[in-house]
């Protein structure tokens, strides 16, 4: 029964992460991204990465709130969708965006911050997507945890990225930021008390 649920949980949540890009696939078919379809490619792209990078946040707290465990097993998933989310915001901004121009992408990465924190956070995410597999959990042993806890300093860098490019205001960073201050803050309370507890009386 308790596997059954959990099957259904995991088909719902992979059917709900793929929504985002048939919803895309479909826009772009149908030409109904309005008058600069590149630039709404890149914002969209960008956000999609961005939301699943704070869902892929949420699940141990959630798993902490709730003792369920499905938030841990859909963890890997969802920072692979925040990866490959990030990698067509990427390869829109160098093909769509720039034509394919490479010497202009080496320029914008040293000349434009934003853009250095963008390919920063890029790479970050690229680390962590190719060391998520069950081989690399046992290769990497203890060094594992300390390298995936590295998706603490992509988020918040992230969330800097984009209000970096923001010509007006913070954008979605006004909920995104404080969602993301919450998580991590949970995050830290956990890992303190876990060490106290550790610590011999
Ligand atoms: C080399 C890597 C990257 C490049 C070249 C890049 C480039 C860009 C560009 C050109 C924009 C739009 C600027 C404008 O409209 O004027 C943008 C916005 C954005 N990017 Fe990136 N980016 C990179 C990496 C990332 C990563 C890794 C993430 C998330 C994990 C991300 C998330 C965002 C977000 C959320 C926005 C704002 C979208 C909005 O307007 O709401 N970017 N990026």
């Given amino acids: 029964?308790?596997?059954?649920?959990?099957?259904?949980?995991?088909l719902l949540a992979h059917g709900l992460a793929l929504a985002p890009l048939l919803w895309l696939s479909h826009a772009v078919f149908a030409a109904a991204l309005g008058a600069d379809p590149v630039a709404e490619l890149t914002r969209y792209s960008g956000q999609a990465a961005v939301i699943f990078l704070l869902l892929s946040l949420s699940a141990r707290p959630l798993r902490m709130l709730t003792q369920w465990q499905w938030p841990l097993r859909l963890r890997r998933m969802l920072g692979l969708w925040a990866f490959t989310w990030a990698s067509l915001h990427l390869l829109v901004y160098a093909v769509l965006d720039l034509g394919g121009y490479w010497p202009q992408?080496?320029?914008?990465?040293?000349?434009?911050?934003?853009?250095?924190?963008?390919?920063?956070v890029w790479l970050l995410l690229l680390a962590l997507a190719a060391t998520s597999t069950k081989a690399s959990v046992r290769r990497l042993g203890r060094h594992w945890k300390s390298l995936h806890r590295l998706v603490f300093v992509a988020a918040p860098l992230a969330l800097a990225h984009a209000i970096w490019q923001e010509k007006t205001g913070l954008g979605d960073a006004?909920?995104?930021a404080p969602l993301?201050?919450?998580?991590?803050?949970?995050?830290?309370?956990?890992?303190?008390?876990?060490?106290?507890?550790?610590?011999?009386q």
């Fill in 1 to 10: 029964m308790r596997f059954r649920r959990e099957t259904a949980i995991a």
């Fill in 105 to 120: 992408l080496a320029e914008d990465l040293l000349k434009r911050p934003y853009i250095t924190v963008g390919a920063i």
């Fill in 174 to 176: 006004v909920w995104q």
């Fill in 180 to 200: 993301l201050a919450v998580l991590l803050m949970t995050r830290w309370v956990a890992w303190i008390d876990g060490s106290r507890k550790q610590r011999p």
